[in-house]
C-alpha cells in the first residue's frame, strides 16, 4: 500500500512562507486525487488543495491566492508552497491520496500521512 510522509512544517510570522512535502512510498498510475488537508484543535478537518492525476487542481477560497499545490512523478512527491501565512493556517497538516471515481476524489478510501504541524503566530 502507498505510505505517505509529510515533511516541512515548522514555525512562521504572518506573511512568511513555509513549503510542505508529502513522499508516496510508491508511483501511482492511475487515475488519482493528491490533497493537502488540514485540522486545528477543536475544528473540523479542512481540504486545503488539491491535485489530480489529470493535473487539475483547487484551492480551498481560505487559501487561494496565497497557496500553491504541485507534485513530481516517478516517485510522486507533493508539495504545498505556503505564502502570506496567517495565524489562522496554524493547523496539523495531511496529505493524502485516494482513488477518482465518477470524477470524485473518495478520500475515505484513500491513504493518509501521519501529519505536519505548521504554527503562524507573532
Known amino acids: 500500500q502507498v505510505q505517505l510522509v509529510e515533511s516541512g512544517g515548522g514555525s512562521s510570522q504572518p506573511g512568511g512562507s513555509l513549503r510542505l512535502s508529502c513522499a508516496a512510498s510508491?508511483?501511482?498510475?492511475?487515475?488519482?486525487?493528491f490533497g493537502w488537508f488540514r485540522q486545528a484543535p477543536g475544528m473540523e478537518r479542512e481540504e486545503v488543495a488539491r491535485?489530480?492525476?489529470?493535473?487539475?487542481?483547487s484551492y480551498s477560497d481560505s487559501v487561494r491566492g496565497r497557496f500553491t499545490i504541485s507534485k513530481d512523478n516517478a516517485p510522486i512527491t507533493l508539495y504545498l508552497q505556503m505564502n502570506s501565512l496567517k495565524a489562522e493556517d496554524t493547523a496539523m497538516y495531511y496529505c493524502?491520496?485516494?482513488?477518482?471515481?465518477?470524477?470524485?476524489?473518495?478520500?475515505?478510501?484513500?491513504?493518509w500521512g501521519w501529519g505536519t504541524l505548521v504554527t503562524v503566530s507573532s
Open positions: 493524502a491520496a485516494a482513488p477518482r471515481r465518477w470524477g470524485t476524489c473518495r478520500w475515505t478510501s484513500g491513504y
Open positions: 510508491d508511483d501511482i498510475t492511475y487515475d488519482y486525487c
Open positions: 491535485i489530480s492525476s489529470d493535473e487539475t487542481i
